[in-house]
C-alpha cells in the first residue's frame, strides 16, 4: 500500500535529486570544455541556460550573460526554482514526509547535502572550487541512490522513485541534445578543429564519453554520439535506456493503462528522430516533442497516482 | 568520584537520605563509581552522537519555522524498584478503569450526576465536552484508549498522579529510544541483572488498536493520522507508524465514503482504513462537525465513527476527563464506578466548589498551588509560597467570586535523581509519564519517560524549556 500523497513526494524527490545532479553534470563538464578551448574561438555560457530550459527567468534579473552570472544563476540561485541548491531543497522538502518508507539512511543523505549546497553554494560559482562543489553534488546523489537500490524493498515505493529518476534524466538528455548537439550538427563549421572536443563535452555532461567510447570503439562523430544517446539501450541515460526504466517500472505498479498511451506516444516520437539524426534542425525540432511527450507523462503519472483515490 | 550528594529535604530516587544506594539501584552506583568521571562523561557524550545519528529529534519553533532539535537525554537513569512498579501499574489500571467509565457514563445517562456524586453544573465549564459524542458506544467502552498520566514523587516518598494526559499525550517514542541508547552505554549492567525491556509497547499498541476494529474485521488496517510535518511530535507519528507497519496519513489522504467507511487514497485507488490512531485533537478532526476551517481533519469521520464503520484511538471527546476540577474527582469515580478504593493518590486537591474546601484554601494560601480549573499551560496559577501579598489578596478575590472554576493543591517538592551536569552528578528533579493501554484489556508501559528539568533548582520538565530525559529502568529486586 502506497498513498498517493506519499508517491506525490517520493517521485517529485527523486526528481529533483536527479535534476540537481544532472545540473551539476551539465555546469561541471561545460566548464571543462570551455577551458579547453583557446580564446577566440566562439565561446559561449549561454547554451547552458537553454540547455537548463530557464533562460525567461535569467533574463529577468540580469542584463549581462556572463559566466559568473549564469553560473551563479544554475547552481546558487535559491531565486532560480531550478538552480542545484534549490533542487536539493525541493528534494528534501519532499523526503521529509517519507521518511517511515525510504530506508532511514535516505533521508540522512539528502540531509547532508541539504547542509551543505546551503552552506557551500558561493564555492560552485568560484572557478577554482567549482569542479569541488558538483562533484560533491554527483557523488552524495550516487551515495543516495546506492542506499536505495541496496537497501530498499522492490515495492511500489521503490518503482515510482526509479520512475521520477529516469523521465528526470531523460527530459535532461533530450535537452543537451536538442541544445548542444543541434547547434553543432547545424553548424559544424564554425567550431572547425574543435569539433571533436565539442562532441566529447556533449558526451561528459551526460557522463557519457568513456561508455561511449568502450561501445562504439570508433572516432567521435556527431551522428554516432546523437545515435548512442538516444538509441542505446545498455546506456543508462540515453533516452531508450531511461526509457526501458519506465517502461520497467510503470510495469510493477498499478492502473498501467493511464499512462500507457504516453508512453506509447514517447516510442513514437524516438521512432521519428530515427531518420533525421543528422539534421541539426531537425534534431531540435524532435528533442521538443520528445519533452512534450514526457510531460505529458508526467500528467498521466499523476492521474494513474496522486489521483487514484479521488 | 565524588560521593552522590543528594538535596536536603527531597526524595532522590536513588540515593537513600544517609547516601548509600536504594537496593534496586546499588549496581548502578557501584558501575558510576567503578568509572569514573572522565569515562561517564565519555560515554554521554557517545549517546549524544547517537542521538544525532539516529535522527532521534523534537521540533521548536521560533520565528515561525520548525526547527528540528535533538532530544536531550541524561546517560544516568532513573531506577523504580519492580515491586513498587507492580503497584504503580495497577494503580494505574485502576484508574483508566474508572476514567473510561466516567466518560461513557457522562456521554449516556450521566447517572453520577443524577446519584449526586458529580456536580451537575461543572460540565458546562469543560472546554473538552462534546455534545457530538453523546449517546455514542465505543468498543469495549473505553474512550480514553491511550493515556500519559504524570506521576511525580514527594518529599516522604508518597507517588502521586498529577495529571492524566487523555487527548494525544506524547513521549512514548523517547522512551523507546532512551532505552536504546542506554543498552549501549551500560551494556553490562543488563546482562547482570533484570531491567524490564520496554520494546513491547508498539506491539500492545498494535493489539489494542486492532481490538477497537470494527466486528467482524478480522485483519484490520491502522493509520496513524498526524497533523503533519511541522507538528512537534511528528517525529513520534512517524516512529509508532513505523513499529507498528501502520500507514502515516494525513487528513487530505483520509475521505469517507458514502457508504460511511474511511479511506485512504492510495495509487492503487481507495482502501479501507478501520483504526485510526489519531494525534490530531478532537476540535480539528472533522470539519463537518468542529472547526470549518480545519485543513488537518477529515470530512465525515465523525459519521463514520458513530456508524461504528471505524475505530478512533483515543475517541473523541474522551478528553472531558483530562480537566483539572475532573482530575479532582478521580478517587470518586474510582470508589463510584469500581467499588475500590484508589490504589495511586491524587495530589490532595480542594475544590473551592465545596464550601469547607474553600475555606480551607482561603485561609492556607500559602501554602497552596492554586490552579484555574480551565486553562491550560499554568495560566493563571499561583504558587502561595513565591506569591506577593498582592497576588494572594487577588487570587482570593477571584475565588470568592467563582469558586467553581478554580481548585488549589499543596506544594509539592518533587522527587530528584543524580544527574550529569557540566561535568559534575548534581541532584535534578523529576517526573514519570507511564503510558497505559486500555481496549480488549489494559497493559501499561514499563517504566515511561523520566523527565528531568536540567537547571538547578528548576521543575520545569518540559523539553522544550530546557528539560531533559532519562531511560526509566524497572529493576527485579
Known amino acids: 500500500m502506497l498513498l498517493s500523497r506519499t508517491a506525490d513526494n517520493i517521485y517529485w524527490g527523486a526528481r529533483y535529486m536527479e535534476r540537481a545532479d544532472d545540473t551539476a553534470r551539465v555546469v561541471r563538464s561545460f566548464t571543462e570544455v570551455l577551458l579547453d578551448l583557446p580564446t577566440g574561438v566562439a565561446s559561449s555560457w549561454e547554451p547552458l541556460l537553454a540547455v537548463i530550459g530557464s533562460r525567461e527567468l535569467f533574463d529577468e534579473g540580469h542584463v549581462r550573460a556572463n559566466e559568473s552570472d549564469i553560473v551563479r544563476f544554475l547552481v546558487a540561485d535559491t531565486a532560480n526554482p531550478g538552480s542545484v541548491v534549490s533542487s536539493v531543497a525541493h528534494a528534501?522538502?519532499?523526503?521529509?514526509?517519507?521518511?517511515?518508507?525510504?530506508?532511514?539512511?535516505?533521508?540522512?543523505?539528502?540531509?547532508?547535502?541539504?547542509?551543505?549546497?546551503?552552506?557551500?553554494?558561493?564555492?560552485?560559482?568560484?572557478?577554482?572550487?567549482?569542479?569541488?562543489?558538483?562533484?560533491?553534488?554527483?557523488?552524495?546523489?550516487?551515495?543516495?541512490?546506492?542506499?536505495?537500490?541496496?537497501?530498499?524493498?522492490?515495492?511500489?515505493?521503490?518503482?515510482?522513485?526509479?520512475?521520477?529518476?529516469?523521465?528526470?534524466?531523460?527530459?535532461?538528455?533530450?535537452?543537451?541534445?536538442?541544445?548542444?548537439?543541434?547547434?553543432?550538427?547545424?553548424?559544424?563549421?564554425?567550431?572547425?578543429?574543435?569539433?571533436?572536443?565539442?562532441?566529447?563535452?556533449?558526451?561528459?555532461?551526460?557522463?557519457?564519453?568513456?561508455?561511449?567510447?568502450?561501445?562504439?570503439?570508433?572516432?567521435?562523430?556527431?551522428?554516432?554520439?546523437?545515435?548512442?544517446?538516444?538509441?542505446?539501450?545498455?546506456?543508462?541515460?540515453?533516452?531508450?535506456?531511461?526509457?526501458?526504466?519506465?517502461?520497467s517500472s510503470l510495469s510493477r505498479l498499478p492502473n498501467p493503462d493511464i499512462t500507457a498511451p504516453a508512453v506509447e506516444a514517447i516510442e513514437q516520437s524516438l521512432v521519428s528522430v530515427r531518420a533525421d539524426a543528422g539534421d541539426g534542425a531537425a534534431l531540435d525540432a524532435a528533442m521538443d516533442e520528445v519533452q512534450l511527450a514526457l510531460a505529458v507523462l508526467n500528467d498521466a503519472v499523476f492521474d494513474a497516482f496522486m489521483r487514484a483515490g479521488e | 568520584m565524588a560521593e552522590l550528594r543528594t538535596q536536603s529535604g527531597m526524595w532522590d530516587e536513588l540515593i537513600e537520605e544517609d547516601g548509600s544506594p536504594r537496593p534496586a539501584a546499588e549496581r548502578l552506583v557501584d558501575q558510576l563509581k567503578e568509572l569514573g568521571m572522565s569515562e561517564l562523561?565519555?560515554?554521554?557524550?557517545?549517546?549524544?552522537?547517537?542521538?544525532?545519528?539516529?535522527?532521534?529529534?523534537?521540533?521548536?519553533?521560533?520565528?515561525g519555522r520548525g526547527l528540528d532539535r535533538s532530544w536531550p537525554f541524561d546517560i544516568i537513569p532513573r531506577i523504580i524498584a519492580a515491586d513498587e512498579w507492580r503497584r504503580i501499574e495497577r494503580g494505574l489500571m485502576q484508574r483508566l478503569r474508572a476514567l473510561n467509565a466516567f466518560i461513557d457514563d457522562l456521554y449516556h445517562d450521566q447517572r453520577i450526576v443524577a446519584d449526586g456524586v458529580f456536580p451537575a453544573g461543572l460540565l458546562e465549564h469543560s472546554v473538552n465536552y462534546r455534545p457530538q459524542c453523546r449517546g455514542v458506544s465505543p468498543k469495549h467502552g473505553v474512550w480514553a484508549h491511550i493515556c500519559g498520566s504524570d506521576l511525580v514523587r514527594d518529599a516522604d516518598g508518597t507517588m502521586y498522579v498529577l495529571e492524566d494526559n487523555l487527548r494525544v499525550p506524547s513521549g512514548v517514542s523517547y522512551a523507546l529510544e532512551n532505552r536504546a541508547i542506554s543498552k549501549r552505554a551500560f551494556a553490562d549492567l543488563f546482562s547482570q541483572q533484570s531491567i524490564l525491556?520496554?520494546?513491547?509497547?508498539?506491539?500492545?499498541?498494535?493489539?489494542?488498536?486492532?481490538?477497537?476494529?470494527?466486528?467482524?474485521?478480522?485483519?484490520?488496517?491502522?493509520?496513524?493520522?498526524?497533523?503533519?510535518?511541522?507538528n512537534s511530535a511528528y517525529f513520534e507519528h512517524s516512529f509508532l507508524a513505523q513499529r507498528m507497519g501502520?500507514?502515516?496519513?494525513?487528513?487530505?489522504?483520509?475521505?469517507?465514503?458514502?457508504?460511511?467507511?474511511?479511506?485512504?487514497?492510495?495509487?492503487?485507488?481507495?482502501?479501507?482504513?478501520?483504526?485510526?490512531?489519531?494525534?490530531?485533537?478532537?476540535?480539528?478532526?472533522?470539519?463537518?462537525?468542529?472547526?470549518?476551517?480545519?485543513?488537518?481533519?477529515?470530512?465525515?469521520?465523525?459519521?463514520?465513527?458513530?456508524?461504528?464503520?471505524?475505530?478512533?484511538?483515543?475517541?473523541?471527546?474522551?478528553?472531558?476527563?483530562?480537566?483539572?476540577?475532573?482530575?479532582?474527582?478521580?478517587?470518586?469515580?474510582?470508589?463510584?464506578?469500581?467499588?475500590?478504593?484508589?490504589?495511586?493518590?491524587?495530589?490532595?486537591?480542594?475544590?473551592?466548589?465545596?464550601?469547607?474546601?474553600?475555606?480551607?484554601?482561603?485561609?492556607?494560601?500559602?501554602?497552596?498551588?492554586?490552579?484555574?480549573?480551565?486553562?491550560?499551560?499554568?495560566?493563571?496559577?499561583?504558587?502561595?509560597?513565591?506569591?506577593?501579598?498582592?497576588?494572594?489578596?487577588?487570587?482570593?478575590?477571584?475565588?470568592?467570586?467563582?469558586?467553581?472554576?478554580?481548585?488549589?493543591?499543596?506544594?509539592?517538592?518533587?522527587?530528584?535523581?543524580?544527574?550529569?551536569?557540566?561535568?559534575?552528578?548534581?541532584?535534578?528533579?523529576?517526573?514519570?509519564?507511564?503510558?497505559?493501554?486500555?481496549?480488549?484489556?489494559?497493559?501499561?508501559?514499563?517504566?515511561?519517560?523520566?523527565?528531568?528539568?536540567?537547571?538547578?533548582?528548576?521543575?520545569?520538565?518540559?523539553?522544550?524549556?530546557?528539560?531533559?530525559?532519562?531511560?526509566?529502568?524497572?529493576?527485579?529486586?
Open chain 1, 92 to 247: 528534501r522538502e519532499n523526503l521529509r514526509t517519507t521518511r517511515e518508507v525510504l530506508p532511514r539512511d535516505a533521508w540522512q543523505t539528502v540531509n547532508d547535502l541539504f547542509l551543505y549546497t546551503g552552506r557551500d553554494a558561493e564555492s560552485g560559482v568560484d572557478r577554482r572550487s567549482r569542479a569541488r562543489f558538483l562533484s560533491r553534488v554527483v557523488s552524495e546523489h550516487q551515495r543516495l541512490d546506492g542506499v536505495i537500490s541496496g537497501a530498499m524493498q522492490r515495492d511500489e515505493a521503490y518503482e515510482i522513485w526509479r520512475l521520477g529518476q529516469a523521465l528526470e534524466r531523460a527530459d535532461m538528455t533530450t535537452r543537451v541534445l536538442g541544445v548542444r548537439a543541434a547547434a553543432l550538427l547545424a553548424a559544424p563549421d564554425t567550431v572547425d578543429d574543435y569539433d571533436e572536443v565539442q562532441w566529447m563535452g556533449v558526451l561528459r555532461s551526460l557522463t557519457a564519453l568513456q561508455m561511449y567510447q568502450r561501445a562504439t570503439r570508433g572516432p567521435i562523430v556527431g551522428s554516432g554520439v546523437v545515435a548512442f544517446l538516444l538509441f542505446d539501450r545498455q546506456f543508462p541515460r540515453s533516452v531508450a535506456g531511461c526509457l526501458e526504466r519506465i517502461k
Open chain 2, 41 to 63: 562523561q565519555q560515554r554521554q557524550d557517545l549517546a549524544e552522537l547517537d542521538i544525532v545519528g539516529m535522527g532521534i529529534t523534537f521540533t521548536v519553533y521560533s520565528d
Open chain 2, 197 to 230: 525491556p520496554v520494546d513491547a509497547y508498539t506491539d500492545e499498541l498494535k493489539r489494542m488498536l486492532t481490538s477497537i476494529a470494527p466486528d467482524g474485521i478480522d485483519d484490520p488496517s491502522v493509520a496513524v493520522l498526524t497533523p503533519g510535518i511541522y
Open chain 2, 246 to 477: 501502520a500507514a502515516l496519513v494525513e487528513g487530505a489522504d483520509l475521505v469517507v465514503g458514502d457508504d460511511d467507511c474511511v479511506y485512504m487514497r492510495t495509487i492503487a485507488g481507495r482502501e479501507r482504513v478501520h483504526v485510526i490512531y489519531r494525534r490530531v485533537d478532537d476540535l480539528f478532526l472533522d470539519p463537518d462537525e468542529f472547526r470549518p476551517d480545519s485543513a488537518l481533519g477529515v470530512p465525515g469521520l465523525m459519521r463514520a465513527w458513530r456508524a461504528g464503520n471505524v475505530g478512533i484511538a483515543n475517541a473523541p471527546g474522551a478528553g472531558v476527563a483530562d480537566d483539572k476540577v475532573v482530575y479532582a474527582w478521580v478517587p470518586e469515580f474510582i470508589r463510584y464506578y469500581l467499588g475500590e478504593e484508589a490504589l495511586l493518590p491524587n495530589v490532595p486537591t480542594y475544590r473551592c466548589v465545596y464550601d469547607d474546601e474553600r475555606q480551607y484554601v482561603l485561609d492556607h494560601m500559602e501554602e497552596l498551588v492554586v490552579k484555574p480549573a480551565n486553562e491550560s499551560g499554568g495560566y493563571g496559577l499561583l504558587v502561595g509560597n513565591r506569591a506577593t501579598r498582592a497576588e494572594i489578596d487577588e487570587a482570593r478575590a477571584n475565588i470568592e467570586a467563582d469558586p467553581r472554576n478554580w481548585v488549589a493543591q499543596p506544594i509539592l517538592s518533587l522527587s530528584t535523581a543524580p544527574t550529569l551536569c557540566d561535568g559534575r552528578i548534581e541532584p535534578r528533579h523529576v517526573d514519570l509519564r507511564p503510558f497505559i493501554l486500555s481496549g480488549a484489556s489494559q497493559y501499561v508501559s514499563a517504566g515511561g519517560l523520566t523527565r528531568v528539568a536540567l537547571r538547578r533548582g528548576s521543575l520545569v520538565v518540559n523539553s522544550s524549556q530546557g528539560g531533559g530525559s532519562k531511560d526509566t529502568w524497572i529493576v527485579e529486586g
